[in-house]
């Protein structure tokens, strides 16, 4: 286990919805990467948090949009959900210029 | 642009040895992974090698890099049921903060 949380595991909400998702950090870890994981794909980088700021973007809309709070934890916020928007989010901690980052389980997103 | 190539099965008996294979485009790559990823699970990393090493071994795990063809392969020695997972190469070049994942690869291991 890798110390770093997501919630919930699952959820459906229905298009045009707006969505958040939720991952706690392994402790003393300043850095949080979020992924999305489409069915058969590989991971595709959304953007990373350092010390509260953003600290790089992936190739993903504006409707996209992240938190990171004193603590490290952070937040994905997904906007007007589309239906290409179903997948694994996964989050991943890190301590800022380790070559080492810890997965979460994932939080399993399905919009209908 | 960054391209991470793997082949999409693999199949093999328990006790024999997997390979899996990986090939990349970005010349500067700095970093090279192998996670797995069980059924319902996240990622876990497996192993890392810096470009500067052509091999690095952990056990059972056997990481080959051939960087004059962008080339990484992992080596499972005596595979077992609980190796089945999805197996996937990633690289990141120096200085970037973020990784390109292949496809993944899904290891089957039959008795």
């Known amino acids: 286990e890798t110390g770093v949380t997501q919630s919930p595991t699952h959820l459906i909400k229905t298009r045009g919805q707006q969505v958040t998702l939720r991952c706690s950090s392994q402790?003393?870890?300043?850095?949080v990467s979020w992924y999305q994981q489409a069915l058969g794909q590989g991971p595709q980088f959304i953007f990373q948090?350092?010390?509260?700021?953003?600290?790089g973007r992936g190739n993903f809309p504006p409707r996209f949009s992240g938190l990171q709070f004193p603590n490290y934890s952070s937040e994905l916020n997904v906007n007007a959900l589309e239906l290409d928007d179903s997948a694994l989010y996964l989050c991943?901690?890190?301590?800022?210029?380790?070559?080492?980052?810890?997965f979460g389980q994932g939080t399993r997103l399905t919009v209908v | 642009g960054e391209d991470v190539e793997q082949s999409l099965f693999l199949s093999v008996r328990e006790g024999d040895s997997s390979v899996i294979n990986c090939t990349y485009t970005?010349?500067?790559?700095?970093?090279l992974y192998w996670y797995k990823q069980e059924p319902g699970a996240g990622l876990q990393l497996l192993t890392y090698?810096?470009?500067?090493?052509d091999m690095k071994q952990d056990q059972r795990l056997t990481v080959l890099l051939n960087k004059k063809d962008k080339h990484l392969s992992l080596r499972i020695a005596d595979t077992q049921t609980g190796d089945s997972a999805i197996y996937f190469c990633?690289?990141?070049?120096?200085?970037?903060?973020?990784?390109?994942f292949g496809r993944g690869t899904s290891l089957i291991v039959h008795p």
């Open positions: 970005d010349s500067s790559s700095t970093y």
């Open positions: 991943a901690s890190s301590l800022e210029g380790d070559t080492e980052a810890f």
């Open positions: 402790s003393g870890h300043n850095t």
């Open positions: 090698i810096f470009s500067n090493m």
């Open positions: 990633a690289e990141r070049a120096g200085g970037s903060y973020i990784p390109t």
């Open positions: 948090y350092y010390r509260e700021e953003e600290n």
